[in-house]
């Protein structure tokens, strides 16, 4: 094994939880430019879903709790108006927790793209890790390989960039008082927490101004962007000194869109990162928000089968909509699911779990020809056991099962 | 050139020139299943942009007289229900005319997806194809190959389906009066036209009831679908006896998301077609709008930078939009026009039409994590002629001219 | 159309045929470092071989009158010791004539890689092309996209490198004086043809001395390397003034190896080239033999299945060599033509001659493992109708026919 | 991290060491069809190799001990004429080790491609594991996506096919006996081992008889093939009940070629496999030797500089040699040697090691062409961090420095 003398392992830095974002969270561990080095993140609810067979679990998911961060982590040297290079040179799945799972929130509890339309009820899959490959005891006849990535990767905002949040998340909140699920997640201090010892006025402080995790924002966040698999370069703005670099939520493998809201392949697991620092690069390069370099090793689905959605609610109740790219990558997932459906005898469930968790991808077509933005959505056809393609005959159908649902049998 | 004897050339079928989509726009040619044929296409407007190096003609483009679509040509056999499959075997110029061209149009006449931004005044771009390539003299330092496509390609609408577009986007209208540019265009008698001799009374029924050419909709029409290059496969629903295809809009190139609206690399050429029949494919494939199977030829540039963008107008007034896809493309391109502004001195024009030419890709991340959409948007590092990735010392900074503008000299 | 004004099409340079490889041959035409230019090209064989369904012609075709390339053409201020860069644009079927052929010829005339294995008997297929596929009604059941490049191109030989070919070349012959097929060409005047007027003293001093086309050489020449295919960029070694590119042999498809000699889509078309000069770039780069750059459009047959070989002709008389590539390369072909028998009820011929014609790949594997180098060769899926994977119930079993043989029946 | 409850991990199977091929060598483990386990492996040399700055362990190294296999793992119900099939699931090294090595032996001792040509001295590089990527000290400049696979793995031989072995490559040596490096190497008891208590009369049997594992050959053994990346299916011959899989000689990354023998970059580590068997399968598919379908996740270095060789000996003597593939990889190589030293001023011994170790492709262009087989050699741009296209300017020139070499300093 070549001799063990001379070898050193990356380490693996303490990790600290927190599920907040606020500047006021001290960095747990400090890292030095170009040193590799390797964080353990929980999955994104805190081990609340469990390796079985019904979804009570999500049906019960307490979401005050999440995301639950790693870090952060502070980088030698990073000062605000620096560009931070994360490397993201790994993600596994811990060696002894070789699974994930993909769920589907009810409307009252997290939601998700069609939690409206569908009245969704809970459900879930659990997929098993082999390797670079996934499948599922709930979803037969399908496999692939991952594209492991983290779904959160932020860097700490700047007291300033944080008011900003605030305030305009608020006003869109104000607009829509009622609406369920909610439009947006104001600051929340019950459920809130900093991984570390801090002084109750800081952690009332955060408590009460600390940004929730559910989306990306200008520092990254919860992007959930699958691009971001392992082996890409990713190059952040920086907000405060240090950087301080959280994250977590790391994926299995996603598709474009991540419909189900839980629809990643969720899992615990390790990701190896090394970073470095380009000095004034904010301004450099008129960094508003992350941009990166993906990875060389994009798994090769090159055959895909690709659907086309428009700004018409076709699949609702018809209505025209003004250039919604939101409403076009709706239907062009509804006409893949309706596809799943009715040539591969897939439930909706099955397939709206599998176009979640898969290497799915969608483009924006066209964003200009009004009123009609234009989306599509590909299914690769290699993640298939059978042949998926439209033809006279058509697909063999078979009984694809049903994934796990709630244990009182209500889908 | 191995003997001549017993070569048949593919036919090209006499075109058809309308602007309209209406059942009652009989079709000029029949060809049967299995049949190889070749469409000649003019430009989408025409005729009336140059190759020179000014913006006049951008300027004054006349847009009643959109798109110039030839057809319909009808495929023996086909019912309403039944899927069309065509075989787009190949797009290509005219061999007398290696150029075309991409254009930014007006506020006030035509608009683009940052007309209102910019308050965009005409610019245009002369692309010269060189067998597999296009280069500009408007923006010297990239050369890419082309990924060349129908910009428009439909079946004819039967006219309940007619009815239904015409009643939702007249709703659409009547909601944004007064909107510049206007948020849909309804049926429009003046410069409608059929290229065919028809009766005074059809041609009046075509010209009030016809549908205008601008958006996709569900029969196809104007997706602007780069993935639609040569060598895809496509399924299409049948709406009228003999399906009735038309196409038109042929692009060189195109970015997704085609952002100047005049954006793709638009030319007059040839576009080579088979076509079979599956009977009953609408009900077999719960076919709502086209699918289809893209080429295996797409150009593999597979080293690119990309920009994030979240549904927050920070470009802008700052304003949060609730999971708005739309909003999230714009800022994803704004972030990489500020890029190649910053980094590599090319101007807001010089950006605009190379990103809206070339094959940049555009992703939806995550539609779900509320209230930010997340789309990507990727530059392909292999079509600069220059390394534009971010480095501590930078791009060497050259002037890279700017494109064609008007001739009074206002941009 | 856009407007036809200002339009200018690439010029076809008049075109010159030759045969032999010679600096005493002129130029037939002059073009500037940057024009984009044509050359049409005669099939290598010049047009012996027909459009229909027998094999004689392949049985009796002369070899003496190959390769038929077009040129010389001079590049202005190319001198030896440069590196001529080219620009292979494009590469199509002349659009009256869209067909090809393959052939593999008989033992004692033309030969190929298996020639004596099988001791062949004329056989081919011929090809009809779709836009960018390829189908042939005496190979049914495959479809592909054409990987389109020139088999032979190359810059003229100075004196002094021709002295070396024709010595080294007769030293081998030499060594083998009975060889069937022969193992290498000599100078031969009968069928020697330089395509323009020159003296007899010149023209017999070509025939004498010019170096047979069959070859690659440092120069280029007749590689056969489907790496070359449209868009491609390649950098010649200068030998003599101007350069004096000369270019023919077009394939519209080919297979690593070109198993049965006549073994690409051999076609008549047109090629499209712009060049530029890099001066001293034989010493620069240490130019011994031409570098390319492959086009960003080769076709992405991802999926496939691959076979191994190593250097013990298992397949014939078992018996060991050394360390040889060419006997592992035969064995797995040889795998792969066994494989396409039992599996697919493939003929011998038609395995071979798809082989020889598809999108195939081979890999050196390792070339240091005592004494069995390992070559690969992989069968891209995507060009099959029907599923070839190994699997227990076995592919559905069909009639492929068999391809156009002698019209003696002999096979 | 999800409940830990109900997570099983993969077991490892325990190991078991030898290094011959011989049917009477029991398996040390069985595992069932479908069953994931994991292999762990030690480096090919048997750790004889340290992660240290000199060359005096691969100029001393004894390689009458190699490979080192794990194994043999019996499989249920494998039967001879059966097809195995193996899912390699994952290759990933040690955690605790994350480094690999690549050696140039010296020619009295191991050689290599072209241990003759250049009276080879040890040198070697150590390469440093940053989750998916190589860099090493030794060869700065170049960061590369590993292709990690295991260079050995095979089915254990009958009895009939170890003769079979013995007596081919007996002849082989037989004709070349005092070749330097040895032409093979036939069964040698000094050395031999077999991992578990035997008896002695077994063991002396099987010292005398067993195949040496250098060669790969028909049951797969040391083919070296980097297309057995990480999520490759390969389908092997069962020659043994059992099947009895071995396997070693992990490399985190190869080249096409392996040209230092030592090449790949030579890792411990562990193999995650999975099988099943389908009866019959070496008639069903003609299975002389194993095929595979390669792993979706083929590093994606598209853009490529690609040198051509033949086979004439153009770097050497200048002999025309007919129609020898291995000859022409060797002149591709060096042309790619040359340019390295050219162009980037890598040394002979930098240049070597880089092209063994990363994913360098080698296709054979066309062996058909008398007298000239073509081969070509391409480098991937994307592994440097300098361009190294070829440019008028050329390449920023920069001290490359030297690998490890011997502590005599001998080079």
Not at 286 to 299: N, T, V
Not at 330 to 337: D, E, M, Y
Request: aromatic share 8%.
């Amino acid at each position: 094994m070549a001799t063990a003398a001379n070898s050193v392992p990356h380490p693996t830095l303490v990790k600290g939880l927190h599920n907040r974002w606020h500047p006021d969270i001290p960095a747990v561990a400090t890292v030095k430019p170009g040193e590799v080095f390797k964080i353990e993140c929980v999955d994104w609810t805190g081990a609340q879903i469990g390796n079985n067979d019904n979804s009570d679990d999500i049906k019960n998911v307490d979401l005050t709790k999440i995301h639950n961060l790693s870090g952060p982590i502070a980088v030698e040297g990073a000062e605000p108006g620096d560009c931070l290079v994360v490397d993201i040179l790994d993600v596994t799945p811990f060696e002894k927790m070789p699974w994930g799972y993909t769920g589907i929130f009810e409307l009252e509890n997290g939601g998700g793209l069609f939690a409206r339309e569908f009245n969704s009820k809970a459900a879930k899959a659990i997929w098993d890790f082999k390797g670079i490959y996934a499948t599922s005891r709930h979803i037969p006849g399908v496999r692939f390989a991952g594209v492991s990535h983290p779904g959160l990767i932020g860097t700490a905002p700047s007291a300033e960039l944080l008011a900003t949040w605030n305030k305009r998340e608020g006003e869109l909140i104000a607009e829509h008082v009622n609406s369920v699920p909610p439009v947006a997640f104001p600051p929340e201090p019950i459920g809130a927490y900093v991984g570390q010892e801090l002084s109750e006025e800081v952690k009332t402080k955060i408590g009460k101004e600390g940004a929730r995790t559910i989306p990306g924002r200008e520092h990254g966040g919860n992007c959930d962007v699958r691009e971001l698999f392992r082996g890409s370069r990713c190059y952040f703005p920086v907000f405060v000194k240090g950087a301080n670099l959280s994250v977590g939520d790391l994926h299995f493998s996603q598709g474009d869109g991540e419909m189900t809201f839980c629809g990643a392949i969720e899992m615990a697991g390790i990701i190896t990162f090394s970073t470095s620092i380009i000095k004034g690069g904010v301004e450099k390069f008129a960094l508003k928000q992350p941009i990166f370099l993906p990875s060389p090793i994009d798994p090769l689905y090159s055959s895909k089968l690709v659907f086309e959605g428009i700004s018409v609610d076709y699949h609702g109740d018809g209505k025209q909509y003004n250039m919604d790219a939101t409403v076009a990558y709706k239907q062009a997932a509804l006409n893949a699911v309706a596809y799943l459906e009715k040539v591969c005898t897939f439930t909706l469930f099955n397939s709206n779990l599998l176009m979640s968790a898969a290497p799915v991808e969608s483009h924006v077509g066209a964003i200009v020809d009004s009123p009609n933005a234009c989306v599509t959505l590909a299914l690769p056809l290699g993640i298939f056991e059978h042949d998926i393609l439209p033809t006279e005959a058509g697909f063999t159908k078979k009984d694809f099962g049903q994934c796990a649902i709630r244990s009182d049998g209500v889908v």
